[in-house]
């Protein structure tokens, strides 16, 4: 299984944006559908967006579509998750979840490896 390691949370306004990363080693990357899930305190975690192996493929959930971008770089072993317009909403640990499906699947249990998740908090 590939390990996952998230950076770039942090702080910050509504309104504004960060740009997460998701550095994977120990394996083929390019073989895994990559997704995003967020999990915000007393609730369930949730998808938010996924990428093809290829990067030719996205899906997004309703809540963060238009505002967020799953991108991938196969030659860097690197999925990003850049965030804009960002409401109090969005404040959540993010993980980074790599999937062998060959489709977009929003289900928890279609990844077989996760990260330690990073922390975003969104003031309003």
């Known amino acids: 299984q590939v390990q996952l390691v998230e950076s770039g949370g942090g702080l910050v306004q509504a309104g504004g944006s960060l740009r997460l990363s998701c550095a994977v080693s120990?394996?083929?990357?390019?073989?895994?559908?990559m997704g995003w899930f967020r999990q915000a305190p007393g609730k369930e975690r949730e998808f938010v967006a996924g990428?093809?192996?290829?990067?030719?493929?996205?899906y997004y959930a309703d809540s963060v579509k238009g505002r967020f971008t799953i991108s991938r770089d196969n030659a860097k072993n690197t999925v990003h998750l850049q965030m804009n317009s960002l409401k109090p909403e969005d404040t959540a640990v993010y993980y980074c979840?790599?999937?062998?499906?060959?489709?977009?699947?929003?289900?928890?249990?279609?990844?077989?490896?996760w990260g330690q998740g990073t922390q975003v908090t969104v003031s309003s």
């Open positions: 990428i093809s192996w290829s990067g030719g493929r996205t």
């Open positions: 979840a790599a999937s062998r499906n060959y489709l977009i699947i929003a289900s928890q249990g279609a990844y077989v490896s």
């Open positions: 120990g394996g083929t990357f390019s073989s895994y559908t």
